[in-house]
C-alpha cells in the first residue's frame, strides 16, 4: 500500500464543500505515542500513522467561527465557539492520512449535538474561554455535559516567531486532509482543505490537563514533543466516504 506524502499545500480534491469554518488561535501541543498504544483506539479499516516509528497524540485549543453548513455566511451565534480537541494519527486502506477524534470539547451546546447525531463525533459541551495577554495565549475548558463532568484543562503558551522552514514533525502533525470516523456501522473518511498553515513556534508555559486521559489515554509522559501557535485558516470540507472493505 502506498501511503499519500505528507504534503502542506495539496490541491482541494472534492468537488464541493459541505461545510465551511474558519479555525482560528490554535495552540497545537503535541506527545509521541507507541503505535501500539494507539491501534486499539482507531475505528476499523484504519491504523496508526507514523513518524519514524512514534505516532502521536494531539492536544489542541483554537475558536471556531462562522461554521456553514453550504455556501452563506455562517449561522450566528452557534456557528462561533471555542473547542478543544485529542486527537490521534491515522491511515486507511487506501493510503489516507487523517486524524481520529478521541474528544472535542466545544462551547456551543447545539453543535455538539448535531456532530453527534450525524457524523457520530465524540463532541462534549464544555464552559471554555481564551485569555490574551500579549503573547501569551491560556486555553481554559471544563466539561458539562456528557462527562465526565468537571473534565477540565488549562493550558497556557508564549507565543514566538514565524516559522518558514517546518520540521519533518512539525509538517506531520498538521499536514492533514481529513479525518477518520465510525457512523452507521462504517468508518468514514471526511475530507477537509485549507491553505497552507502558518505557523509560529510556541513555548509551554503551563499545563494542567484531564481531557487526554479521560479519552482513554494514559497521561503525557514529560513535555510535548512539539508546541505550535498558528493565528488560523478558512477550511472547507467535503461529502464524507466510507471505507471499502479490503478483500
Known amino acids: 500500500m502506498d501511503i499519500e506524502p505528507v504534503d502542506c499545500a495539496p490541491e482541494q480534491t472534492f468537488p464541493r464543500a459541505i461545510l465551511r469554518q474558519r479555525w482560528e488561535d490554535l495552540v497545537f501541543l503535541h506527545w509521541a505515542a507507541a503505535p501500539e498504544l494507539v491501534a486499539p483506539l482507531l475505528p476499523a479499516g484504519t491504523r496508526p500513522d507514523t513518524l519514524h516509528g512514534s505516532s502521536y497524540v494531539g492536544l489542541i485549543g483554537f475558536r471556531m467561527v462562522g461554521l456553514d453548513p453550504g455556501c452563506g455566511p455562517g449561522v450566528p451565534y452557534f456557528g462561533t465557539f471555542w473547542e478543544t480537541n485529542v486527537r490521534l494519527y491515522s491511515v486507511d486502506g487506501t493510503g489516507r492520512r487523517a486524524v481520529v477524534f478521541r474528544s472535542l470539547d466545544a462551547s456551543r ?20 474561554r481564551l485569555d490574551r495577554d500579549g503573547d501569551r495565549f491560556t486555553y481554559r475548558c471544563r466539561r458539562r455535559w456528557p462527562g465526565p463532568v468537571g473534565t477540565a484543562s488549562r493550558m497556557e503558551v508564549r507565543v514566538g516567531e514565524p516559522i518558514t522552514d517546518p520540521t519533518p514533525l512539525e509538517h506531520f502533525v498538521t499536514a492533514r486532509w481529513g479525518l477518520h470516523t465510525r457512523a452507521w456501522g462504517r468508518t468514514l473518511h471526511l475530507p477537509n482543505w485549507h491553505p497552507r498553515w502558518p505557523l509560529h513556534r510556541a513555548e509551554l508555559l503551563h499545563l494542567d490537563d484531564e481531557l487526554v486521559t479521560a479519552a482513554g489515554l494514559p497521561p503525557p509522559a514529560g513535555p510535548p514533543a512539539s508546541v505550535l501557535y498558528s493565528p488560523g485558516v478558512p477550511v472547507r470540507f467535503g461529502p464524507p466516504v466510507g471505507l471499502r472493505r479490503r478483500s
Do not use: D, E, I, Q
Open 109 to 128: 451546546l447545539v453543535p455538539v449535538l448535531v456532530a453527534r447525531a450525524t457524523l457520530r463525533l465524540p463532541y462534549l459541551w464544555s464552559a471554555m
